[in-house]
């Protein structure tokens, strides 16, 4: 493989190291780890266990203070979570989506580098068979 293939490869490698750096740090740990517990299901449904304390209150409250509860403790505890499992399956394909099109676009800077050497090769070998078809012409 030639040199320029090869360390653009390495560059593309090194590219996201730095990103990796940025999630040891404590606050960024500590965000990535509450995020990751509250975007569950399992989360969700603590949550809406949570918000069913308060139902029975809501519902002597009559109906504005019902519409409250299902609008502001319910739906806001509860989909906050389901909202966020959505995201994490959606952003799960989008990366192996991403991995896959890394993978083919080192491929085929591979099978480019690959087919460069062989043009290169098919050069040389076309210029020495004219050589020595101009040789035999002029004997």
């Known amino acids: ?3 320029a293939v090869e ?5 593309r490698k ?3 190291r730095p990103l990796y750096r940025r999630e040891t740090r404590f606050n960024n740990r500590l965000a990535v780890r509450i995020t990751s517990i509250v975007g569950t299901m399992w989360c969700a449904y603590a949550f809406a266990g949570l918000a069913l304390i308060s139902f029975p209150e809501a519902l002597k409250s009559g109906t504005a203070a019902l519409i ?3 609008a502001q403790t319910f739906l806001q505890l509860v989909l906050l979570s389901i909202i966020m499992v959505g995201q994490n399956v959606a952003a799960e394909k989008s990366d192996r989506q991403l991995e896959q099109t890394y ?3 080192e491929a085929l800077l591979k099978i480019s580098d690959e087919i460069q050497t062989l043009l290169k090769q098919n050069t040389s070998l076309t210029e020495e068979i004219h050589d020595v078809v101009r040789r035999r012409e002029k004997k």
Do not use: T, V
């Not at 360390?7 to 560059?11: A, H, V």
């Open 1 to 3: 493989m030639g040199h």
């Open 14 to 16: 090194n590219f996201l």
């Open 7 to 11: 360390s653009y490869l390495e560059l």
């Open 68 to 70: 409250a509860w299902i």
């Open 103 to 105: 993978r083919d676009a």
